[in-house]
Nanobody, 125 residues
Framework: QVQLVESGGGLVQAGDSLRLSCAASGRTFSIYTMGWFRQAAGKEREFVAAISWSGGSTYYADSVKGRFTISKDNAKNTVYLQMNSLIPEDTAVYFC??????????????????WGQGTQVTVSS
């Protein structure tokens, strides 16, 4: 089993920055990919960004490309999501996810088998 704990959410104004953290523990050696997803009220969960466990490959949703950066601290088994130039449309619960089934930076939430509890990000205009 893998446990994921997110932190760093909060209420910010448009244009501000925020950094989310996701600490992984347990059978982390089984993880191939880490991802961030978000779910706004009344909407489906959507892909935000993904990173290979080695940290060598990343992939972003078009809506956040150029504003968000996913990174990983291998020593701490922690994945970060640096969010800059936040806009109200970024308001959502952000979830960290881990994929241990196979390799690949997949954008489908169905491909991730471990999930954190989520952290709320609210961007006011």
């Amino acid at each position: 089993q893998v446990q994921l704990v997110e932190s760093g959410g909060g209420l910010v104004q448009a244009g501000d920055s925020l950094r989310l953290s996701c600490a992984a523990s347990g059978r982390t050696f089984s993880i191939y990919t880490m991802g961030w997803f978000r779910q706004a009220a009344g909407k489906e969960r959507e892909f935000v960004a993904a990173i290979s466990w080695s940290g060598g490959s990343t992939y972003y949703a078009d809506s956040v490309k150029g504003r968000f950066t996913i990174s990983k601290d291998n020593a701490k088994n922690t994945v970060y999501l640096q969010m800059n130039s936040l806009i109200p449309e970024d308001t959502a619960v952000y979830f960290c996810a881990a994929r241990s089934s196979s390799r690949g930076l997949t954008t489908s939430s169905l491909s991730y088998n471990y999930w954190g509890q989520g952290t709320q990000v609210t961007v006011s205009s």
